[in-house]
């Protein structure tokens, strides 16, 4: 039997025209959604779902999320997510992470951005532990990455955690029909590694998992720029509940791990690597978000700083930065 929470942030009345108004057949990405069951088949439970609905409109905008939840024989916790951010800005991101009990890689992505001139993917079978074996992933990754022309080059923020393999573009030619067959052979070799792997019940390995796959969904969550939209639109209490359906489970984040720590000094910010400093009212500014966002937002601040060739970071620039990602400006 299904079973189905929905959470929708409106007034009752205002609900039914809203979701009416959501073409969900222009999501450029449904195929893909379409293919990801299609593969999985009997791997996943597809007849207990938990979903989460969140729908913001207010001045001609409007924020869009749906997350539905499964699991399978070997896997703890899938998370598969549609959202719209912007008017004809679709997205979709799919979080799978193995039971502890089995040696497989969590399988990430997030594709979105403005196809096919401006196209934002993340595509990865991140190691759960240093043992995997990620040859097989490799030779895909490798054939799709030259077919697509992405950069062989890591994912700084993210790095840390995922495989040497990542595919990704930031904001680069890519149409969705091409992106396919890339996720369709990236989908196969993991249902691979899903249907060979045997459990392994020794509890040493399965502490190191639970290690690994903690501290990834720690990484993906601190650098995930879509929940300060999330907040903003939908309130805190709404964006805390989609961020327990990406990064809950078992291991799952605590969430008030990261709420209520107090700003930093100010003052003690500088980046040497980049030769910058910030002022102490720049830093302020930052200080005034949600814990958890706050190093996002200074690598955010930092990156475009250095591209700008600036040597010290000014609340003006903060400010500037704010209206380019976060308040609807002209920026990705």
């Not at 916790?77 to 912007?86: A, C, E, G, I, W």
Request: aromatic share 10%; charged share 20%.
């Amino acid at each position: 039997m299904a079973v189905s929470i929905r959470s929708i942030i409106q007034q009752p009345d205002s609900i039914a025209p809203m979701i009416a108004a959501i073409d969900l057949n222009a999501n450029p990405w449904l195929s893909h959604e379409q293919r990801f069951f299609e593969r999985l088949g009997g791997r996943l439970d597809q007849d207990t779902v938990t979903e989460y609905s969140a729908c913001h409109q207010a001045n001609g905008k409007q924020v869009f999320s749906h997350s539905r939840l499964y699991q399978g024989e070997k896997l703890d916790r899938v998370m598969v997510n549609r959202y719209s951010l912007r008017a004809g800005r679709w997205g979709l991101v799919i979080f799978a992470y193995p039971r502890l009990a089995y040696d497989i890689p969590a399988l990430l992505l997030h594709v979105g951005g403005q196809p096919p001139e401006r196209t934002l993917l993340t595509l990865d079978l991140a190691p759960c532990s240093n043992t995997l074996d990620l040859e097989p992933f490799a030779q895909i990754a490798r054939i799709q990455r030259a077919a697509l022309q992405l950069p062989d080059e890591s994912l700084p923020l993210l790095e840390a955690v995922t495989s040497p393999y990542l595919l990704h573009c930031s904001f680069k030619p890519l149409t969705p029909e091409q992106f396919f067959t890339a996720f369709d052979a990236v989908l196969e070799c993991w249902c691979g590694y899903l249907d060979r792997t045997l459990s392994d019940l020794i509890p040493e390995s399965q502490d190191a998992r639970r290690a690994r796959i903690l501290e990834l969904k720690r990484v993906i969550f601190e650098n995930d720029p879509a929940f300060p939209v999330f907040t903003q639109s939908f309130g805190k209490t709404m964006s805390d509940t989609l961020a327990e359906a990406a990064f809950g489970g078992t291991p799952g984040l605590t969430l008030h791990e990261f709420q209520d720590v107090p700003p930093p000094a100010v003052g003690h910010w500088a980046n040497k690597k980049l030769g910058l400093v910030w002022n102490a009212d720049a830093q302020q500014r930052v200080g005034e978000a949600p814990a958890i966002i706050r190093p996002m937002i200074r690598r955010i601040i930092e990156k475009d700083a250095a591209k700008a060739e600036l040597s010290r970071i000014t609340v003006e620039f903060v400010r500037q930065c704010e209206q380019k990602y976060w308040t609807g400006g002209s920026g990705a």
